[in-house]
């Protein structure tokens, strides 16, 4: 299959097919594990538990509200990918809809989102690691994630979907045993403990609308991660099935795994308690029931998570890097391949994360915060860029290939507005929060950049 992206500008394919020299060695199952796995990461393990604290039992409300804004995401973001898989997905996608400028911003943006949050993750392994073995420095643990990670990612994209399969079913066994012990809790049925009832949830909203606000913008960017799945759809045995089935089980996935677990633990455990934060909102859950080691078992599904993450995050950043080479949007070194993998593009997209690494601990207070506020909203910026493109693509395929639309995005065009009117709204959600309010402002300055700087290489290129 075809994978040419069309100029924008002048309306011609490019002379070679995007993705051409890529491999195809990722199978049904590698793809289906890392759609599935790929909802589960260390935000919802961790993470979750600052929104719980904020936002008390309404966190159910705030998982649910950005969960459906998610879920049109996806979709939108499916039906363009199954009509033109491409590993520079959303990228791709926008340079076709809106113009090269527009490509380059989503592209380079996303590729610094995904370079840093490689360090962030290192450092949190590190951390968990460093925790069993005191005596060893974590720089040393993050440097041997790196080299792990990035030499399976050199050698074959059938070696990135063999980790990420096995990670996707740890993380997956792990947060279905959780919803299994906890819901037999909480119907009575678990031995040993007594069902709570609603005594937990009786204060459903503690904190009132501020505190429903911060655990939205909590959960919101608890959802990152679910656009590896139509990068590596490209590389897959079959991209426009890889891609359909993924998008087609989003909903039940995000539904049970996020808002299913978070009504499991405001149900067992209560809002306030200091171990929803301290520990985490999982290991708290399985301490109320009484669980031997919950907290180190939690701890190596926490690791196992961030790995995972570590791992798609190379995978990912290689991937946007070399599509955005192979339509002219940035330095040809990146695109070379060798093996059917962009090498060069794996190893910068390594070196670029173990520099984050390093910042955080020679500049913490100061280079590498100013590095985290700014890609601190990279992932609407992202979601806006698949909203406006899919508006333009889907009247275009309507027209001229409608064959291509393999999924389809819900009731069209009216859920793609709803979609850009919810993320509008997270926008000015974050302007009335302070600490939000600098990721906000930090990241649009870097948009800014990018967009000039795109705009000044389409009109350079005529």
């Given amino acids: 299959m075809s994978n040419s992206t069309t100029n924008s500008t002048t309306g011609k394919a490019p002379q070679q097919p995007a993705d051409a020299a890529l491999s195809h060695g990722l199978k049904q199952r590698h793809l289906s594990m890392i759609a599935l796995g790929g909802v589960i990461g260390a935000g919802l ?17 705030a998982y649910t509200l950005s969960g459906l804004l998610v879920m049109l995401v996806m979709r939108m973001l499916g039906e363009m990918s199954a009509a033109y898989p491409s590993s520079g997905s959303f990228s791709a996608h926008a340079e076709r809809a809106i113009g090269p400028w527009a490509g380059f911003t989503a592209g380079w943006a996303f590729w610094v989102l995904l370079c840093t949050a490689v360090g962030l993750e290192g450092i949190g392994a590190a951390q968990i690691v460093h925790g069993w073995l005191p005596g060893t420095p974590e720089w040393a643990w993050v440097a041997l994630f790196m080299v792990v990670f990035c030499g399976t ?30 819901v037999l809790a909480i119907a009575g049925v678990l031995p040993g403990t007594d069902a709570p009832g609603t ?77 929803v934060v ?38 990912g950043a290689s991937r946007i890097g070399y599509s955005l080479v192979e339509r002219g949007q940035g330095p040809r070194t990146l695109g070379r391949v060798s093996g059917g993998v962009p090498r060069i593009a794996v190893l910068v ?30 992932i609407l910026i992202v979601w806006i860029f698949i909203a406006v493109a899919q508006l333009r693509l889907r009247r275009r395929l309507e027209r001229e290939a409608p064959g291509k639309l393999a999924v389809r995005m819900w009731g069209f065009p009216w859920l793609t507005w709803v979609a850009l009117a919810g993320m509008a709204a997270v926008f000015v959600l974050m302007a009335r929060e302070p600490d939000t ?5 930090s990241t649009g300055g870097m948009t800014l950049v990018l967009a000039a700087v795109g705009y000044a290489r389409q009109r350079r290129r005529g």
């Fill in 153 to 182: 990612n050199l050698a074959a994209v059938k070696n990135f979907g063999e980790f990420e399969f096995w990670f996707a079913a740890l993380k997956v066994g792990a947060i279905s045993l959780f919803l299994v012990l906890g």
């Fill in 437 to 441: 309010r600098v990721q906000l402002y």
């Fill in 199 to 275: 005594s937990h949830l009786s204060d459903f909203l503690p904190n009132g609308g501020d505190g429903l606000i911060i655990g939205l913008l909590a959960s919101v960017f608890a959802y990152g991660g679910l656009e590896t799945v139509t990068i590596a759809a490209a590389e897959s045995e079959n991209p426009v099935k890889g891609v359909a089935s993924a998008v087609r089980t989003a909903m039940w996935r995000i539904a049970l795994f996020y808002i299913g677990s978070m009504a499991v633990i405001v149900t067992l455990v209560p809002w306030d308690s200091p171990e």
């Fill in 349 to 378: 997209s390594s070196l670029f994360g173990f520099g984050c690494v390093l910042l955080s601990y020679w500049r913490p207070d100061d280079v590498f915060s100013w590095l985290l506020n700014m890609i601190g909203a990279v």
């Fill in 45 to 61: 393990f961790v993470g979750s538990g600052a929104g719980i604290a904020a936002a008390g039992p309404s966190i159910v409300v």
């Fill in 278 to 315: 301290e520990k985490g909102p999982y290991v708290a859950a399985l301490d109320e029931l009484g669980i031997p080691g919950a907290g180190q078992l939690m701890n190596i599904v926490v690791l196992v998570a961030l790995l995972s993450a570590m791992n798609a995050n190379i995978y």
